[in-house]
């Protein structure tokens, strides 16, 4: 029987601060920055971003858009052109003993909801950057990168969409 991985995620915030020398006078200013760490306990995912396919532009056809997990290489098919924005796969860390099996699985196929109503679009394909069935490196951790492909309707309603897919690692 196999172990379901959790997700874990730490935070820590950090403030610096930053003296100026000028002449004979001290002048200090103090400037918050945000610091980030993730701890990973045997047998457990991460996220570490989501899903992105970027802005697009969708013309009288319909057409798709596909995000590469390995590479975040985007490309479109059909009446749907790219107009920047950051594409990118989703990117999980999980962390087990090294040299363990495990098994990567999805859930259902998301829908995404347009932010108003009034429109979906369809994502009909997630893909991983490698086997669903792996055996982790001696260090104990694996990059797992999950894209996928879009379907645009022709003439697209405009708008933000967006919608969740789980991601489930079973350790054996």
């Known amino acids: 029987m196999g172990t379901i991985a959790t997700y874990r995620l730490g935070r820590i915030a950090a403030a610096c601060a930053l003296a100026i020398c000028s002449g004979s ?48 290489a985007r490309s479109t098919t059909g009446g749907v052109l790219a107009a920047g924005g950051t594409p990118l796969a989703a990117q999980f860390y999980t962390y087990a003993t090294g040299n363990q099996t495990l098994q990567v699985t999805r859930g259902p196929l998301p829908v995404l909801n347009r932010a108003g109503g009034g429109a979906t679009m369809n994502v009909t394909q997630l893909t991983l950057n490698g086997p669903v ?34 991601i489930t690692v079973t350790y054996f």
């Open 133 to 166: 069935l792996r055996i982790i490196g001696a260090a104990g951790l694996l990059d797992l990168r999950v894209g996928g492909t879009l379907a645009v309707a022709a003439n697209q309603m405009d708008g933000t969409y967006s919608g969740n897919f789980d």
């Open 25 to 72: 006078s001290l002048q200090a200013a103090t400037q918050a920055a945000n610091g980030k760490a993730i701890t990973l306990r045997p047998l457990s995912i991460v996220k570490l971003r989501d899903l992105d396919f970027g802005r697009l532009a969708s013309g009288t056809t319909a057409g798709t858009v596909v995000i590469d997990p390995t590479t975040d």
